[in-house]
């Protein structure tokens, strides 16, 4: 097989690069499924004049199925992988050969890091481990906690859990007559009244993650951080 990296860490950059396509991947379904809702939502129009807008619901189907827990879990599983890439040739380039059962650990106690350290970082020198320790959750990396517990269960358990809030605003054009300069989804909604009526949905919508936190901002912190240690270390690499 052909070896198309020029420096040790290539493989480990193209692995966030990949993480980056899924993520704007991601980011594309969060808004195709703003989309269906917001052509799909139920508008209430009051039927007598003004016949503005009066109640807005979102729709029987919210559109949100496997594919968005499955995107987050192919980002994360690039970005775990670049960090297992880096220990791997950290290992390489410490011992000079090449060392089986390295991994990136991430570990919630200094204990479980020390006791799990001759098995993952195999033959990697001091100062090296004492730089993959700094990046622990014990030591405040909070970035790297969340993404071992996205990627541990999307690897080993279940798809990655979350939730979603979608925020519907209507405006019609009963109502302004500058609609075409408002953002959002333009559809018809049926009137009672006066037949169909143009509108612009504006859906706000917010995925996250079971603790609140919005799940593309999440993952674009992460892809950030990882891609930083790994421009940390590079610089060693011959």
């Excluded at 039927?47 to 594919?67: A, C, F, H, K």
């Excluded at 390295?102 to 006791?115: A, K, L, M, V, Y």
């Excluded at 541990?152 to 302004?176: C, F, M, W, Y």
Aim: glycine share 6%; aromatic share 8%; charged share 20%.
């Amino acid at each position: 097989m052909s070896d198309y990296s020029n420096k040790p860490l290539d493989p480990a950059f193209a692995r966030i690069d990949r993480a980056g396509e899924h993520l704007s991947e991601l980011d594309r379904h969060i808004q195709e499924i703003a989309r269906k809702q917001a052509h799909t939502c139920i508008i209430h129009f009051n039927p007598n004049p003004p016949y503005q807008v009066l109640q807005v619901g979102l729709p029987p189907e919210t559109y949100v199925g496997m594919r968005l827990p499955i995107l987050v879990g192919e980002v994360c599983y690039h970005l775990r992988g670049a960090l297992d890439y880096l220990i791997f040739e950290l290992a390489k380039l410490d011992s000079g050969v090449e060392q089986k059962g390295t991994q990136f650990p991430i570990e919630n106690c200094p204990n479980r890091f020390w006791g799990n350290a001759p098995r993952m970082l195999v033959e990697i020198n001091a100062t090296h481990v004492t730089q993959i320790e700094r990046l622990q959750p014990y030591n405040g990396c909070n970035w790297a906690a969340l993404l071992r517990d996205c990627s541990n269960p999307d690897k080993h358990r279940h798809l990655i859990p979350g939730k979603g809030v979608a925020g519907l605003t209507v405006h019609s054009s009963l109502e302004r007559n500058d609609l075409d300069r408002i953002t959002g989804f333009e559809r018809y909604a049926p009137h009672p009244t006066v037949g169909n009526v143009k509108v612009k949905v504006h859906n706000a919508i917010s995925v996250t993650f079971e603790d609140g936190t919005p799940v593309i901002y999440a993952l674009e912190e992460i892809q950030s951080e990882v891609a930083k240690t790994l421009r940390q270390f590079n610089p060693e690499f011959p």
